[in-house]
């Protein structure tokens, strides 16, 4: 469902994102973990379209995202880091806007508006300006957004920030629940724990290089660790290459 081939991205001399291949299946909860600066973030904006890829292919359901953007972004949900909304626009506005752009039956989308409102506790805010919502708020109104055309696949970055506990617990049932139902999630975090109790499988990223690709256990055999788990593996097979630091900011 998705598939990266040889992906490259590079400012100068910098290579953010090195001959990166790899292939997440339909249904399947994929994890993309690595330190700050690792190209995390770079790879999902190519994904996404958003950067243009020095060489190489980013394909999302079948559709190469250079040749056919439009198709690409029809199946694919995206939920960023930080959540950027036009703030003088109601919540219900917003997503009314986001539907259309999306060519959604109009009937369908006040149903899915309604459902996903409820679903995260903001339909007693559907008629305030977006720019009276506290940041949780605005990253549970992008959620909402990014759900409501039903797509295939459902790319998130960090998607944690911000979100209390009883959130944090929401969307992981969420995204437990989305690829039951067939929806392929590409997970970007740097929370460890997270991506260990929901994700099926693991890529590792450092330096823009993909330096370890598995289940659990497989990573726990490539790291040749007997417990201590996600973190441990993560931290041998990335040992003395400056993985101390965790943040949101990347190239």
Not at 87 to 116: I, N, P, W, Y
Not at 161 to 166: E, F
Not at 218 to 228: D, F, K, S, V, W
Request: glycine share 10%.
């Amino acid at each position: 469902m998705i598939r990266l081939e040889n992906l490259c991205k590079h400012y100068g001399k910098l290579a953010a994102v090195e001959s990166l291949s790899l292939e997440v299946k339909p249904g399947e909860v994929f994890g993309f973990l690595g330190p700050n600066g690792a190209g995390k973030t770079t790879t999902i904006r190519v994904m996404m379209g958003i950067l243009k890829p020095t060489s190489g292919r980013a394909s999302l359901g079948g559709y190469d995202v250079a040749r056919e953007p439009e198709k690409a972004k029809a199946i694919t949900g995206f939920i960023p880091d930080r959540p950027f909304i036009y703030e003088k626009l109601s919540g219900g506005e917003f997503l009314k806007f986001v539907g259309t752009l999306h060519r959604m039956d109009s009937q369908l989308l006040e149903r899915r508006m309604a459902d996903l409102l409820e679903h995260f506790e903001l339909s007693e805010w559907k008629d305030e300006l977006v720019e009276g919502y506290s940041h949780g708020m605005k990253q549970r109104l992008v959620h909402c957004a990014s759900l409501l055309h039903e797509p295939k696949i459902l790319i998130v970055d960090e998607p944690m920030v911000g979100i209390d506990p009883k959130g944090t617990r929401q969307l992981k049932d969420l995204f437990l629940s989305l690829a039951r139902s067939g929806t392929t999630v590409f997970l970007s975090t740097h929370s460890i724990g997270v991506a260990e109790e929901i994700c099926q499988r693991v890529g590792i990223i450092h330096r823009g290089k993909l330096i370890a690709l598995g289940t659990m256990e497989e990573l726990y055999r490539m790291a040749r660790i007997n417990g201590g788990g996600l973190e441990s593996a993560f931290l041998e097979l990335t040992r003395d290459k400056n993985t101390a630091a965790f943040d949101t900011e990347e190239p």
